[in-house]
């Protein structure tokens, strides 16, 4: 009767097998331990030399009418040419399958409004995290993307809740997206 590894299900042959037996075993074994390394394979292919990533930066204040993207000054890494300053300041275009990290940040001027609150969002994404009623601390806002074929786009946006025809002055801010996974559930 034939066992199974812990890890990865490959089967094996177990002492009380027919030895007759044992070719056919270690053939079913071999067979599914080359799936195992063809997956392994893939991931090293889609990481190396590197690994997915690519970042931008407000490294000079901006000014913005309430609830526009962000644009970005400076790319800081960018190994897969997932930024385009040309084409778009404001975005990362990310072009390949798989299970994607985005990550955004921004200090905004503090405006001597209270009770009101900055929203930092990634188009195309829920999840949001407001600041608490200055506007000087860091919003963040993570979230997690698949993409599964074609090619996705995603931006940063800061909106004021009291207007949106207000400015808000963006002070420093970051935009990351960066590889995890080649599917959905690592």
């Known amino acids: 009767m034939t066992a199974t590894t812990a890890n990865f299900a490959l089967p094996y042959p177990t002492g009380t097998d027919a030895p007759c037996d044992f ?30 990533i690519a970042r931008m930066e407000v490294t000079t204040p901006v000014t913005l009418v309430s609830g526009s993207e962000i644009p970005f000054d400076s ?20 072009n390949r399958a798989g299970r994607i990290a985005l ?5 905004v001027t503090a405006t001597g409004v209270n009770n009101n609150f900055i929203v930092l969002a990634i188009s195309g994404d829920q999840d949001q995290v407001l600041d608490r009623t200055n506007y000087t601390p860091v919003g963040l806002n993570t979230s997690n993307v698949t993409v599964s074929t074609g090619t996705v786009r995603r ?12 400015s808000v002055i963006v002070e420093k801010a970051t935009f990351t997206a960066y590889w995890i996974a080649d599917r959905a559930t690592p």
């Open 75 to 94: 790319v800081t890494s960018d190994t897969v040419g997932w930024v385009d300053f040309d084409a778009d300041p404001s975005g990362i275009t990310i």
């Open 103 to 107: 990550i955004g940040s921004a200090t």
């Open 155 to 166: 931006k940063l946006t800061v909106t004021r809740t009291d207007s949106t025809t207000l």
């Open 23 to 52: 070719a056919d075993q270690w053939c079913d074994f071999t067979d599914a331990l080359q799936v195992v390394i063809d997956g392994f394979q893939a991931v090293i292919d889609r990481t190396v030399p590197v690994i997915p």
